[in-house]
């Protein structure tokens, strides 16, 4: 079962919150048939992001929290990005392309092109391989939800 659920901000942000994930849950990931994604309206920005994504109880249970105000502080646009860019996140633990170890303390393992799994939390976080996929992504998903739901 999948289930979206969408706490705090602006009833209109949860509104649009949810649709965007909905989208990106059927973009992303057409086969998952369990998964669980919380959006937290709260405040990022003093913690130096407009948004990330947690792992909950498992992999298959992931937390999104996004600031409330980035909407009306900077744009609609990126308020959609932000999730998108998260929901990007979203995808990469529920497939396993990303995993977390608490062994010997807290890493991110990234699955390399010859399948192993390679810790790259030492990286600076802008070349870190899930943000670039998440980077590289964002503006395309972006732009196509915008263009379906005909937001200008």
């Not at 649009?16 to 709260?42: H, K």
């Not at 010997?104 to 390399?112: F, S, T, V």
Request: proline share 2%; with cysteine; net charge neutral.
């Amino acid at each position: 079962m999948i289930s979206v659920d969408v706490t705090g901000g602006l009833k209109k942000d949860r509104v649009l919150a949810e649709d965007i994930v909905w989208s990106m849950i059927t973009v992303l990931m057409p086969r998952i048939r369990n998964l669980e994604v919380e959006v937290r309206f709260c405040k990022t920005i003093e913690d130096g992001a407009q948004g990330w994504c947690t792992v909950g109880d498992d992999t298959r249970h992931l937390i999104l929290e996004i600031d409330h105000r980035l909407s009306r502080l900077v744009s609609k646009e990126e308020f959609i990005e932000t999730i998108v860019h998260e929901m990007v996140h979203v995808w990469q633990w529920a497939t396993g392309r990303m995993i977390e170890r608490w062994r010997g303390g807290y890493r991110n393992l990234w699955k390399c092109e010859d399948g192993k799994y390679r810790n790259f939390m030492d990286v600076k976080y802008i070349d870190q391989p899930w943000e670039i996929e998440a980077y590289k992504l964002q503006g395309p998903l972006t732009k196509a939800y915008m263009e379906v739901k005909g937001i200008k």
